[in-house]
């Protein structure tokens, strides 16, 4: 039973948490760059605190078995690999079907500076190469999910060391033994 419970922790964290990543891109996509970078500062900042919270939210679940650094990094890492499916997903309609003008608008942007470095035939096969990558989506699952964990690792090797939590040795073994 405690390891659906670990499943359900991470698949309701992992839903929050693409949440968020959910509404930072959208205010990066329509935001003004003066007001982008404090939303994204604010994004940061309420993505550090939702990894504390829900991480002491499994540590308090945990109970006397103990939350160590390896256990939360454990849960770190499947809440963002199931944060970055559900991203990927969210980004697979946004890019195709819904935001698709704006996603062309950004494309186009980047291209924009490479006529200063490259030649036309090189920049014909760099605009085909990068439609086919920003558009796809295999790739975008795949960075969706690389992007989460890599993220959600990097901040929670910080997290983790606030949130970690040793065996309470007066307890039952029994009890400590579940997890």
Same mark, same amino acid.
């Given at each position: 039973?405690?390891?659906?419970?670990?499943?359900?922790?991470?698949?309701?964290?992992?839903?929050?948490?693409?949440?968020?990543?959910?509404?930072?891109?959208?205010?990066?996509?329509?935001? !003004?760059?003066?007001?982008?970078?404090? =939303?994204?500062?604010?994004?940061? =900042?309420?993505?550090? $605190?939702? #990894?504390?919270?829900?991480?002491?939210?499994?540590?308090?679940?945990?109970?006397?078995?103990?939350?160590?650094?390896?256990?939360?990094?454990?849960?770190?890492?499947?809440?963002?690999?199931?944060?970055?499916?559900?991203?990927?997903?969210?980004?697979? +309609?946004?890019?195709? $079907? #819904?935001? !698709?003008?704006?996603?062309?608008?950004?494309?186009?942007? =980047?291209?924009?500076?490479?006529?200063?470095?490259? %030649?036309?035939?090189?920049?014909?096969?760099?605009?085909?190469?990068?439609? %086919?990558?920003?558009?796809?989506?295999?790739? #975008? $699952?795949?960075? %969706?999910? #690389? !992007?989460?964990? +890599?993220?959600?690792?990097?901040?929670?090797?910080?997290? =983790?060391?606030?949130?970690?939590?040793?065996?309470? +040795?007066? %307890?039952?073994?029994?009890?400590?033994?579940?997890?």
């Amino acid at each position: 039973m405690e390891k659906n419970a670990f499943w359900n922790d991470v698949a309701k964290a992992g839903a929050v948490m693409a949440g968020v990543q959910i509404l930072a891109v959208m205010a990066d996509l329509f935001l !003004t760059p003066s007001s982008a970078i404090w =939303a994204t500062l604010f994004f940061v =900042a309420l993505f550090v $605190v939702l #990894l504390f919270v829900l991480a002491r939210r499994r540590a308090a679940r945990v109970g006397a078995a103990g939350f160590n650094y390896g256990q939360c990094m454990k849960y770190f890492f499947w809440m963002m690999v199931f944060a970055g499916i559900l991203y990927g997903a969210w980004e697979i +309609i946004a890019r195709n $079907v #819904l935001f !698709t003008e704006r996603y062309e608008e950004q494309m186009n942007e =980047a291209l924009a500076v490479m006529p200063r470095f490259y %030649s036309a035939g090189q920049i014909d096969m760099a605009r085909s190469m990068l439609r %086919s990558m920003f558009f796809s989506p295999v790739w #975008l $699952v795949v960075l %969706s999910v #690389l !992007t989460c964990v +890599i993220k959600g690792c990097f901040f929670g090797l910080f997290v =983790a060391a606030f949130v970690q939590r040793q065996p309470d +040795i007066f %307890s039952d073994s029994e009890e400590r033994t579940h997890e």
